[in-house]
């Protein structure tokens, strides 16, 4: 059985930091990316920041600056690094992780974790 173990989270204050990972039991072989979206409610699930087998990071517009995404040696946990907190931050961030395994393409998420900011 799949498992994808996410932590982190928590509540902060405007202007705090916080950071998450995740951890997925996939083989590395076949990965292509690991990465964070975030979702708050009655609005469309999100892209925060992925990074692909190679290295190549993407980020959300409005998260350009402040969050770092990166990836251990052994590229199954995924970090996101969040600083410069806003309000506006505030949301359920999902851990997603995509590739191939058995000939078959695998789209993964996680349970989702709180992440709170206030003013």
């Known amino acids: 059985q799949v498992r994808l173990e996410e932590s982190g989270g928590g509540s902060v204050q405007a202007g705090g930091s916080l950071g998450l990972s995740c951890t997925t039991s996939?083989?590395?072989?076949?990965?292509?990316?690991m990465g964070w979206f975030r979702q708050t409610p009655g609005k469309e699930r999100e892209l925060v920041a992925t990074?692909?087998?190679?290295?190549?990071?993407t980020y959300g517009d409005s998260v350009k600056g402040r969050f770092t995404i990166s990836r251990d040696t052994n590229k199954i946990t995924v970090y996101l690094q969040m600083n410069s907190l806003r309000p506006e931050d505030t949301a359920v961030y999902y851990c997603n992780v995509r590739g191939f395994a058995n000939r078959r393409q695998y789209d993964d998420w996680g349970q989702g974790t709180q992440v709170t900011v206030s003013s």
């Open positions: 996939r083989d590395i072989l076949g990965l292509v990316a």
């Open positions: 990074v692909s087998s190679g290295g190549s990071t």
